[in-house]
């Protein structure tokens, strides 16, 4: 019974930080002036996304709030990126995890940022905002073998250390992009069926 808007927006190396970040924050402004047409609820937008979409989406959600704007109903944030400093234990521990190794990581990050000192942005490392209060309730999902566990962990205490209503499921015996592995995975499946609930 909902509908989903998904967004394309400019991608790296072609189209550095921030112009995905701008053009999330953008598509957002279109939908919130735009439910009527598209028979949508007002009271009932929420926004979301995995892994990088992740942290686009609480990028989002960090600079409606800080702008006085109209922020979703609910963030669903799924193994988010939200610290591309890379210091957190997890991603000491997890170095040459599955799907996400600290080289791809690094590798990707290169590619994003035009110079490591973007990483300080909150823009780009929503984990490093400093007045978390205002946020939309979340649903933070991180996964055990997964070098951003611990990004999303701390964003889920820091949420509620400021007052937000969070749910923070790990599942943890998975590797990052489970819910994309659910051919081979199924308990991505129940992963998306909990997160749609």
């Known amino acids: 019974g909902c509908r989903v808007l998904a967004v394309d927006y400019r991608l790296a190396p072609e189209h550095k930080f921030p112009a995905g970040f701008e053009d999330c924050l953008a598509a957002w402004r279109w939908l919130v002036a735009n439910t009527a047409a598209l028979g949508a609820d007002p009271e009932r937008l929420a926004i979301g996304g995995d892994s990088a979409g992740g942290n686009l989406s609480a990028a989002v959600c960090q600079t409606l709030v800080a702008g006085g704007e109209p922020v979703p ?16 234990p997890s991603h000491q521990e997890l170095a040459d995890a599955l799907m996400l190794p600290r080289v791809r990581i690094q590798w990707y990050t290169d590619l994003y940022l035009s110079s490591p000192e973007q990483a300080a942005d909150v823009r780009a490392s929503p984990l490093r905002g400093g007045d978390l209060g205002g946020q939309p309730p979340a649903m933070i999902v991180t996964a055990g073998f997964d070098p951003l566990r611990d990004d999303g962990r701390r964003y889920a205490e820091r ?14 015996g998975q590797i990052h992009a489970f819910i994309s592995l659910t051919r081979v995975i199924p308990q991505g499946n129940a992963c998306l069926r909990e997160a749609a609930n």
């Open 73 to 88: 109903a609910a963030q669903l944030l799924i193994y988010p990126s939200l610290d591309l400093g890379w210091n957190s």
């Open 159 to 172: 949420l509620e250390a400021a007052g937000t209503p969070v749910t923070y499921r790990e599942f943890p």
